[in-house]
């Protein structure tokens, strides 16, 4: 089946016009430049976004976004600091990052365009047909991709359904084809409204690791969240094979005291299906960060590498993840 086209247009986004505008680039690495071909606003007027192709390669489709200098927490060398970590990444689960730069207007940043649709969105539309085998194929990608950045001495702080993309192969569905793990370049800022989020009941903080609850996301060196992205990625798993995350509650209060304490709930009815996810789970959703199993340390458990022995009956999991919808960047792109 085709895949759907990389330049439909997001929900509720605002076109402009589709004129083939060339922007230079003041590139850290090597000159190019963008032709744009859609331009979308988004985040509150606050980042300005424009889909288009690299210009010395037509073929090359690339997200273009602009953090403006007006943003009320706009910190240049956070974002500096942000693309640095990315730049030079190269490992097929994660998002290529082309270049970034300032200018008077605030700091742009020239991504790869993400394939298929984020991971929320497609779960929400597909998951009377997601199954198993998707579930631990999605997983494996995204513990490589983990495994690599940590390699790289970089860590992702925001793992969640908003911030993966999967390719299923078209509208009609399918096995997921692709998978990429996005958004490095946007955690500075964001981390500073997560921890005030905490506080504020923002949105529902379903991903953070306990510690990172425990210290509203104190200023630390990439390799003390290590631990907390394999948090993530074990909350990722759980959601795609229940519906749920492993921690909530409708009171706030009540949740952010559950994460404070890693209460993850194991449904029999579900769990006891699903043995060897329950094993490979079990070592990422360990509360205690120093015993938490290692991205790397898992990539070879027999759940993800015997994929052909997954199931692929659908889960048929009503998936309750509307809260998410909030959290979602406005990056979706169709």
Partial sequence: KSRPESGAEAPGAASGSATQDVVPEANVGAQREVVISQKL?????????????????????????????????????????????????KHPAVLKLHSSWEDDDGFHVVEELPPGRVLLEELIKHWTSFCERDA????????????????KGVSHRELNVG??????????????????????SMS?????????????????????????????????PDQEYFA??????????????????????????ELVKRLRCGDVQWSEEVWSRFPQAKEFLGGLLTVDSDKRSKPAAL??????????ERSEEPLKI???????RTRTRERTLR
């Fill in 41 to 89: 606003v988004h985040e509150d007027g606050y980042v300005e976004m424009s889909e288009g192709t690299l210009k010395a390669s037509p073929t090359s489709r690339v997200i273009m976004f602009c953090v403006s200098a007006d943003h009320p927490r706009y910190q240049a060398d956070a974002l500096r600091r942000e693309t640095e970590r990315a730049s030079g990444l």
């Fill in 136 to 151: 631990a194929f999605v997983a494996s990608r995204v513990l490589d991709g983990v495994a690599y950045l940590h390699s």
């Fill in 163 to 184: 911030t993966i993309y999967v390719d299923r192969g078209g509208e009609g569905g399918g096995d997921v084809r692709q998978v990429k793990i996005v958004d490095f």
């Fill in 188 to 220: 500075s800022i964001r981390e500073q409204e997560d921890a005030m989020s905490l506080r504020k009941a923002e949105y529902p903080p379903y991903h953070y690791a306990p510690e990172v609850i425990v210290d509203e996301w104190k200023e630390r």
């Fill in 228 to 253: 907390a992205d394999a948090w993530a990625v074990g909350v990722l798993t759980y959601t795609l094979i229940s519906g749920n995350p492993p921690i909530q509650n409708d009171d706030r209060r």
């Fill in 299 to 308: 990539e070879k458990h027999t759940w993800l590498t015997n994929l052909s």
């Fill in 318 to 324: 009503e998936y309750s993840l509307s809260k998410y």
